[in-house]
């Protein structure tokens, strides 16, 4: 079974412009969450979807959205970038197992740097 | 909120030595517990879980257990590699799909 996949993996921004990033989750999976990783605040949860809608929103300014489309793939989209949001952005997907599996599994992040 | 604290790195070992890193957490709950390996360049690979009070979670020779008393779940291995460098993320989640995560602990071992 093929992995959790992001692309693009790298990514050099101007500050103001807008990125747009993209996950593939496992086949079958329909939860796909966003996870944001710095050296300063560790990593963050940004928001999850789930059979294309919003479960779950952490604590993130309007600039961050997403979306997840009908085949489960995701895309986060970041505007007005600022160069706080250099960072690794990291996919995770879950599937529907058994009653407590809760096994998110991560793609290899998208390195986003904004100049 | 809940919360998860991990000791600070990096942890500096030679091969074959004991490992442990601790790791205690703040949760409504009953929350599952998890610890995440990342290697250099990569994205989070999940190491073990542990999802109720005394279980203990293994693979690749790490072990933790989920201790309910103490909100602890220390990750150890008897004889570390040099390729256990990595760094160590403890992790939960009380029951949805968001994951709480350490700061992480980098871990260096020497031949």
């Known amino acids: 079974k093929a992995g959790v996949t992001q692309t693009p993996r790298y990514l050099i921004k101007t500050r103001g412009q807008q990125v747009t990033l993209s996950c593939s989750p496992i086949?079958?999976?329909?939860?796909v969450s966003w996870y944001q990783q710095t050296p300063g605040q560790g990593l963050q949860f940004l928001f999850e979807y789930f059979s294309e809608t919003q479960r779950n929103k952490g604590n993130f300014p309007g600039r961050f959205s997403g979306r997840q489309f009908s085949n489960s793939r995701s895309e986060m989209n970041v505007s007005t970038l600022e160069l706080g949001d250099s960072a690794l952005y990291l996919c995770?997907?879950?599937?529907?197992?058994?009653?407590?599996?809760?096994?998110?599994?991560f793609g290899p992040g998208t390195r986003l740097t904004v100049t | 909120g809940d919360s998860v604290t991990q000791m600070e790195g990096p942890v500096t070992l030679s091969e074959e030595a004991f490992l442990t890193i601790n790791c205690t957490y703040t949760a409504t709950g009953y929350p599952s517990l998890f610890w995440y390996v990342q290697y250099p360049g990569e994205g989070l690979q999940l190491l073990l879980k542990?999802?109720?009070?005394?279980d203990k979670g293994s693979n690749k020779g790490f072990e933790a257990t989920y201790r309910k008393e103490t909100t602890s779940f220390h990750l150890e291995k008897g004889s570390v590699q040099v390729s256990d460098s990595a760094v160590y993320f403890c992790a939960l989640t009380s029951g949805y799909s968001t994951l709480t995560f350490g700061k992480g602990t980098m871990l260096l071992v020497s031949p």
């Open positions: 086949s079958g999976h329909r939860s």
């Open positions: 542990a999802t109720k009070a005394d």
């Open positions: 995770a997907s879950k599937g529907q197992g058994a009653l407590n599996s809760y096994e998110q599994y």
